[in-house]
Nanobody
Framework: QVQLVESGGGSVQAGGSLRLACRTS??????MAWFREAPGKEREGVGA???????VYANSVKGRFSVSKDNSKNTLFLQMHNLKPEDSAKYYC??????????????????WGQGTQVIVSP
């Protein structure tokens, strides 16, 4: 059974940093991604790792967010710097075959965590 568990969310002031983690179990998928969903908005892709571990990012977070993966710990990380109020959302981890992940299309991944909340105050 595939399980993904996110952690690391919280409240921070604008300009601050947070690091999210997604621990996985029961899977052998090479690609994982972070998505987010703000109230009243559609879920959107944030960043992902491809089969070679190379990251891909949404334009809105390039230069501020960094995705990395620790294969020894089955954990995906999202390091977020220079956070803005518009980054406030529930952040979700997803996993699947790479063709369902690297496009950052939120309708594609089959396996999801429950999410962790990020609140950025002005």
């Amino acid at each position: 059974q595939v399980q993904l568990v996110e952690s690391g969310g919280g409240s921070v002031q604008a300009g601050g940093s947070l690091r999210l983690a997604c621990r996985t179990s029961g899977m052998r998928y090479n690609c994982m991604a972070w998505f987010r969903e703000a109230p009243g908005k559609e879920r959107e892709g944030v960043g992902a790792t491809d089969i070679n571990g190379k990251p891909v990012y949404a334009n809105s977070v390039k230069g501020r967010f960094s995705v990395s993966k620790d294969n020894s710990k089955n954990t995906l990380f999202l390091q977020m710097h220079n956070l803005k109020p518009e980054d406030s959302a529930k952040y979700y981890c997803a996993a699947d075959i790479c063709s369902r992940i690297t496009s950052l299309d939120p309708t594609s991944p089959r396996y999801w965590g429950q999410g962790t909340q990020v609140i950025v105050s002005p």
